[in-house]
């Protein structure tokens, strides 16, 4: 293996300009809406388009349309998708589960429910009920690899960074949903233990999600091609230098101040 690790550059954004890419997304979510925001989910199928990965993981899929998004915008491809879901957020009875329900269509109860949704779209997937029933080591190594779930107990949370480490590929970025300082900031101090350990770099903070990669990876196309959208956004900047156990960091801050200049208000559906 060189000593960097190169994203691919490509892929079907970059032969359409980007106004039509964002009006594509908007309308795809509000089709098939995810527990997302709009403004995360583009930067995350920029990551899709650039990497090109074989595998791609889904840790609390739910509904399943933040990978069929992810596949929508990346095609042509030859991904795979796993999913792991076992509602039971969904069969919960409960204030925070009646919002969800409510909020939120396609919300299913029963992995089967699930499987027929995703046969809705061209799209290649797995399933597993519950992070329990992962095995030791998989034979394709993940290439992305999305957070949005919680262990029952800490501790499960380090074991499972520690295999998504394992079973990782040399290119591996991990993005954590829910990563603000109010919901599950958990998330983002346990991956953040994995950059003190030197097994991880953060590269982009978004609105609600945050990611990382191996430190090997060589993240500048990401950060070039994502300076494109900047109109759209309004703040598009890099942290302040600075050193983080050893390890400089260098990472994507994305804030949106102001509407869409060119029609795609990019509104949070």
Known sequence: MSSASTLGVGGPLFLMDNNTHIKELEQFHKQYPSMSLVDDLLIETLI???MKPSQVWELGAGNG??????????????TEFTLVEN???AKINDIKAAFWRKHYPYQFTTQEELISHMSNFDIKTNYFSDVKDLPTYIDKKIDIVRI????????DQHKLANWILDNGSDNLVVIADDTLTNKSFHRFMIMQEQVAKGNLRLFWIGRDTS???????????FFHFASKFKNYYGSMKFNRPYTFFGYNQKYLIIRRHA???????????
């Open 48 to 50: 899709c388009i650039i």
């Open 65 to 78: 349309n933040w990978c069929s998004l992810m596949n929508h915008c990346s095609r042509p491809n030859n």
């Open 87 to 89: 509602f039971a957020l």
């Open 148 to 155: 949005d779930l919680d262990c029952p107990r800490g501790h």
């Open 211 to 221: 990611a990382w990669c191996r430190p090997k990876v060589d993240i500048e196309p």
């Open 259 to 269: 509407p869409y200049s060119a029609g795609a208000e990019g509104k949070n559906t």
